[in-house]
């Protein structure tokens, strides 16, 4: 039997785009923190069930004559990932700054996600400090990935700097509250039509994370709702899939919703068509 | 006058030698002169770590030449878990 592409396709469980950042193309469409696992072997499990293809990671005080920093880095270099550094818990640019620095020199890549925090209840990003250590980022040779809110003035401002990805909150870091703003993500999303766009922080179920896919997201950074699960392992694999389903129902072209029931089964050939219908309420159409 | 013996003199000249910094937010006495010759002294000789003085990154290769004075802010670093 001749098979289309799309079966072909659906056959192999793919979808048809690939995805690229800053010219690397990546195997997934899911970004993975290491985070608040129970074990570093849990984690390396479940970057493993995610078919994640980026991972992050941070940086943080090693105390004196501590290795703690090279057993983890010896353990991420064994799974097949990129490494996507932050600055998380940096207040001002020039804290962003240095530790991009600082990751780049550790991790021998230019990749960063670029975290300024406004304020510690909200941990918002602080969209002005986020612009203008974006900017000198990227003139030092950076690839920013800025964690950034759906504004689309500091948006716009993040690409004018040289950024080629954008990577707005669905809602605040830890909550798994899932896509707080969905109307103006999706807005985001039409506006920026062909910038890499990645839903980053307040994912709580892997529902949350076909919604974005399905609003035309291009992939989903998350941590917490996997780490924090009762099973990583398999809540990883409960993202990967719904990841898949999302991009594939997005690729597909899903359906208007509309506000009156539409019968599915056809009409033509319906028996009992001429009957007197039951009540007075209903009629045939 | 004899003020010190010979063994207090070389105490005392060796703590003029101490500088007082901050390291990874803590108070440190070292003798160490260069930022290299510090991240010697804490045993990262041969460990991966990433440092910066007063908020500034310090490139490995440069770590030689970079003084450690009085007052400095020191953070040695390494790659953690991050989200």
Same mark, same amino acid.
């Given at each position: 039997m001749n098979q289309t592409e799309p079966l072909r396709r659906a056959m192999a469980g793919a979808t048809s785009t690939p995805l690229s950042f800053y010219g690397v193309q990546v195997s997934s469409r899911l970004l993975l923190g290491t985070?608040?696992? /129970?074990s570093p072997q849990v984690m390396s499990e479940a970057v493993r069930a995610a078919r994640a293809g980026i991972v992050t990671v941070s940086l943080r005080r090693e105390q004196a004559r501590g290795r703690s920093g090279e057993r983890f880095l010896d353990l991420i270099r064994a799974l097949p990932v990129h490494l996507l550094p932050n600055t998380a818990g940096c207040r001002t640019p020039k804290e962003a700054i240095t530790t991009a620095e600082m990751a780049r020199e550790l991790?021998?890549? =230019?990749w960063v996600k670029l975290e300024v925090i406004a304020? =510690? =209840?909200?941990?918002?990003?602080d969209l002005f400090g986020l612009v203008e250590a974006a900017t000198e980022l990227v003139k030092r040779g950076f690839k920013v990935f800025p964690y950034t809110t759906e504004d689309l003035s500091a948006a716009e401002r993040l690409v004018a700097a040289g950024c080629r990805v954008l990577m707005p909150w669905g809602? /605040?870091?830890?909550?798994?509250?899932?896509?707080?703003n969905p109307l103006a993500l999706k807005t985001m999303r039409a506006y920026f039509p062909d910038l890499p766009l990645v839903i980053d922080a307040?994912?709580?179920?892997p529902s949350h994370a076909a919604a974005a896919m399905e609003m035309g997201y291009d992939a989903v950074l998350l941590n917490t709702a996997v780490a924090k699960a009762q099973d990583p392992v398999t809540m990883a694999a409960a993202f990967a899939n719904a990841i898949d389903a999302g991009r594939a129902a997005f690729e597909s072209g899903l359906i208007e919703p509309s506000d009156r029931a539409q019968p599915s089964? /056809?009409?033509?050939?319906? /028996?009992?068509? =001429?009957f007197e219908p039951p009540h007075s309420g209903g009629t045939r159409r | 006058m004899n003020a010190h013996k010979p063994d207090d003199r070389g105490a005392i000249a060796a703590a003029d030698r101490l500088r007082e910094v901050t390291l990874n937010g803590r108070p440190l006495s070292t003798a160490a002169e260069t930022l290299a010759d510090l991240v010697a002294e804490q045993g990262f000789g041969d460990v991966k770590v990433a440092t910066a003085v007063n908020g500034d990154f310090v490139a490995a290769r440069l770590r030689e030449s970079a003084p450690v004075r009085n007052g400095d802010r020191i953070e040695i670093l390494s790659v953690r878990q991050g989200g």
């Open positions: 985070a608040l696992y /129970p991790l021998e890549t =230019d304020n =510690d =209840d909200t941990l918002q990003p809602s /605040p870091i830890g909550t798994g509250r899932g896509l707080s307040g994912i709580g179920a089964t /056809p009409v033509a050939g319906t /028996p009992f068509f =001429d | -």
